[in-house]
Nanobody, 121 residues
Framework: QVQLVESGGGLVQPGGSLRLSCAASGIMFRIGTMGWYRQAPGKQRELVAGITIGGSTNYADSVKGRFTISRDNAKKTVYLQMNSLKPEDTAVYYC???????????????WGQGTQVTVSS
């Protein structure tokens, strides 16, 4: 069974750092574009950062210069390093991936279960 599993969330003080991980498990042919999204209470889910299979990245304006997305294809894992965290970064963070299970098929969209990040003093 293919799935994405996030880890690394928690409670951190303003100005602190956290590193989120998203590991793909199961047998698959290719892991394509991966992304981190977040959803704060009462708000819509939004894209935080994305990374292509070739390593090209994009970020939401609100996190540029503070967050860094990276991937380790050998470990089938994508990371989100979050520095200089602010209370407004508080949200459930979700991993999303375009995973190709069979070489003869196209990619399918997978989401992780989410991990809570709370920035508070």
């Amino acid at each position: 069974q293919v799935q994405l599993v996030e880890s690394g969330g928690g409670l951190v003080q303003p100005g602190g750092s956290l590193r989120l991980s998203c590991a793909a498990s199961g047998i698959m042919f290719r892991i394509g574009t991966m992304g981190w999204y977040r959803q704060a209470p009462g708000k819509q889910r939004e894209l935080v950062a994305g990374i292509t299979i070739g390593g090209s990245t994009n970020y939401a304006d609100s996190v540029k210069g503070r967050f860094t997305i990276s991937r380790d294809n050998a470990k089938k894992t994508v990371y989100l390093q979050m520095n200089s965290l602010k209370p407004e970064d508080t949200a459930v963070y979700y991993c999303r991936g375009a995973l190709t299970i069979l070489a003869s098929e196209g990619p399918n969209d997978y989401w992780g279960q989410g991990t809570q990040v709370t920035v508070s003093s």
